[in-house]
């Protein structure tokens, strides 16, 4: 058996390994290092003194329950996906929801468990011909992703992952296994729309309202370099018309030598599409292709392994940024990128307050992403905060893009529904059981 680190010495971890056996692995154990690697490679010096493989509700009731007594930093991880590796708290426990993947799909509803990853969701959903807006990324887990609100391609049409959220089941950090829904614990099922993972209890499974799956047109548009500051205008007014069917995204590189690109997804047949692509600037390259929902899913699901080192933020646009302050603000960095999400349309007709999710005005979201491959992490860092201070947009930003160095992130984040979840924190977590930096 392993041992704790430093920091946790005291921690009396035979306790509960009585209750996990060999699922409990401490530092020392085989596969420790392996199961302890972040998203984000900047920590991946970190260690936390146990990590817990949960394959039943059981064993997250024992974990809130041994952190509550010890006092020892606890949080959940689901797809590893944290930008700042909130998941993996330094001497404390992690939570690991990875067993918890089952998927079962009945009608308009879907099952799904809070360890699932997005493309076995979407094999699973798609293959009953039905759909869930989320996003892209295949390795992105569902808890934290639908926790925080959850764009996808499809969120104009049918709006976030978490408008979808029927009911989630819900370990509180006292212990008790709960579902929090419209009609059980109503106020924890609000927070849980929007309001960030951590901050409430261990989700164990969620149930979603899904749709029908749509027939997709998927389509790419390559500008040459030197089109960045035309084409971010002539995509802002572009979208600004757009109707519900039509999601797209505008990818702007620091490096002044590469292309600009606008991608998106609608939600129909690509002769509808067309004359709408037809409004856009003249391309260098333009793809076009009809696919199924499970199809285009697939396409845009990346890769499999472990980032690299990189530091992101994020801003919510609410007003038409000049394309020239856009280029030049993002190319006069290197090794990044601003990516641009259209909001708009279905997610934008649910009132700021009826979720946890306060960003229902935005007309986009900007990811920021820079590497720390070739320079340091405060380098990194201080070309983040550049494009995010220059970008302004309001102050406020994507909890999912979480940022440890965001100005007033309680504010940013959350907005005008900040005061009430931090109601339901103190509620159903008084003991800050699950406190973490940027936690309620």
């Given at each position: 058996?392993?041992?704790?680190?430093?920091?946790?010495?005291?921690?009396?971890?035979?306790?509960?390994?009585?209750?996990?056996?060999?699922?409990?692995?401490?530092?020392?154990?085989?596969?420790?290092?392996?199961?302890?690697?972040?998203?984000?490679?900047?920590?991946?010096?970190?260690?936390?003194?146990?990590?817990?493989?949960?394959?039943?509700?059981?064993?997250?009731?024992?974990?809130?329950?041994?952190?509550?007594?010890?006092?020892?930093?606890?949080?959940?991880?689901?797809?590893?996906?944290?930008?700042?590796?909130?998941?993996?708290p330094e001497n404390g426990l992690v939570v690991d929801l990875a067993a918890l993947s089952a998927v079962t799909v009945s009608g308009s509803r879907?099952?799904?468990?809070?360890?699932?990853?997005?493309?076995?969701?979407?094999?699973?959903?798609?293959?009953?011909?039905?759909?869930?807006?989320?996003?892209?990324?295949?390795?992105?887990?569902?808890?934290?992703?639908?926790?925080?609100?959850?764009?996808?391609?499809?969120?104009?049409?049918?709006?976030?992952?978490?408008?979808?959220?029927?009911?989630?089941?819900?370990?509180?950090?006292?212990?008790?296994?709960?579902?929090?829904?419209?009609?059980?614990?109503?106020?924890?099922?609000?927070?849980?729309?929007?309001?960030?993972?951590?901050?409430?209890?261990?989700?164990?499974?969620?149930?979603?309202?899904?749709?029908?799956?749509?027939?997709?047109?998927?389509?790419?548009?390559?500008?040459?370099?030197?089109?960045?500051?035309?084409?971010?205008?002539?995509?802002?007014?572009?979208m600004d018309g757009a109707p519900d069917e039509l999601w797209s995204g505008c990818t702007v590189e620091s490096d002044r030598t590469k292309v600009?690109?606008?991608?998106?997804?609608?939600?129909?047949?690509?002769?509808?599409?067309?004359?709408?692509?037809?409004?856009?600037?003249?391309?260098?390259?333009?793809?076009?292709?009809?696919?199924?929902?499970?199809?285009?899913?697939?396409?845009?699901?990346?890769?499999?392994?472990?980032?690299?080192?990189?530091?992101?933020?994020?801003?919510?646009?609410?007003?038409?940024?000049?394309?020239?302050?856009?280029?030049?603000?993002?190319?006069?960095?290197?090794?990044?990128?601003?990516?641009?999400?259209?909001?708009?349309?279905?997610?934008?007709?649910?009132?700021?307050?009826?979720?946890?999710?306060?960003?229902?005005?935005?007309?986009?979201?900007?990811?920021?992403?820079?590497?720390?491959?070739?320079?340091?992490?405060?380098?990194?860092?201080?070309?983040?905060?550049?494009?995010?201070?220059?970008?302004?947009?309001?102050?406020?930003?994507?909890?999912?893009?979480?940022?440890?160095?965001?100005?007033?992130?309680?504010?940013?984040?959350?907005?005008?529904?900040?005061?009430?979840?931090?109601?339901?924190?103190r509620r159903y977590d008084p003991d800050r059981v699950l406190a973490f930096p940027q936690g309620l």
């Amino acid at each position: 058996m392993g041992t704790a680190t430093a920091g946790a010495a005291g921690v009396d971890w035979a306790r509960l390994r009585r209750r996990l056996g060999e699922r409990l692995v401490l530092p020392g154990d085989p596969g420790y290092d392996a199961l302890r690697v972040p998203w984000n490679a900047l920590y991946v010096n970190r260690r936390p003194a146990a990590i817990a493989k949960c394959v039943r509700a059981e064993d997250v009731q024992a974990c809130l329950e041994f952190a509550s007594r010890e006092r020892i930093p606890v949080a959940a991880r689901s797809g590893k996906h944290s930008y700042a590796a909130y998941s993996l708290p330094e001497n404390g426990l992690v939570v690991d929801l990875a067993a918890l993947s089952a998927v079962t799909v009945s009608g308009s509803r879907a099952r799904i468990g809070a360890g699932t990853r997005l493309l076995p969701a979407y094999e699973a959903v798609g293959a009953a011909g039905q759909a869930l807006p989320a996003g892209t990324c295949q390795t992105v887990g569902i808890g934290g992703l639908t926790l925080g609100g959850g764009i996808g391609v499809i969120s104009r049409k049918y709006g976030l992952t978490s408008d979808h959220l029927v009911s989630a089941r819900i370990v509180t950090p006292d212990g008790c296994l709960r579902t929090a829904s419209a009609h059980s614990e109503p106020d924890l099922y609000w927070a849980l729309r929007g309001g960030g993972g951590g901050n409430f209890g261990i989700v164990t499974e969620f149930t979603f309202r899904t749709d029908p799956a749509p027939d997709l047109t998927y389509f790419n548009l390559r500008y040459p370099a030197g089109a960045a500051a035309d084409v971010v205008d002539a995509w802002q007014e572009w979208m600004d018309g757009a109707p519900d069917e039509l999601w797209s995204g505008c990818t702007v590189e620091s490096d002044r030598t590469k292309v600009t690109n606008v991608g998106g997804v609608y939600v129909g047949p690509k002769k509808d599409l067309l004359p709408l692509l037809d409004k856009m600037p003249r391309v260098a390259e333009r793809t076009v292709q009809e696919l199924s929902y499970l199809e285009t899913m697939r396409l845009y699901a990346g890769g499999t392994g472990p980032g690299t080192r990189f530091a992101a933020s994020s801003r919510m646009l609410r007003r038409h940024l000049p394309g020239d302050h856009v280029a030049a603000l993002v190319q006069e960095q290197t090794d990044g990128a601003v990516l641009f999400d259209s909001f708009g349309g279905a997610l934008g007709r649910v009132a700021p307050d009826a979720t946890a999710f306060p960003h229902r005005d935005a007309k986009a979201s900007a990811q920021i992403f820079f590497g720390a491959e070739s320079r340091s992490e405060a380098a990194a860092r201080r070309a983040v905060a550049e494009v995010r201070d220059g970008l302004g947009a309001g102050t406020t930003g994507y909890v999912n893009y979480i940022d440890p160095e965001m100005p007033d992130w309680p504010t940013a984040y959350y907005g005008r529904n900040l005061a009430r979840l931090r109601r339901v924190a103190r509620r159903y977590d008084p003991d800050r059981v699950l406190a973490f930096p940027q936690g309620l």
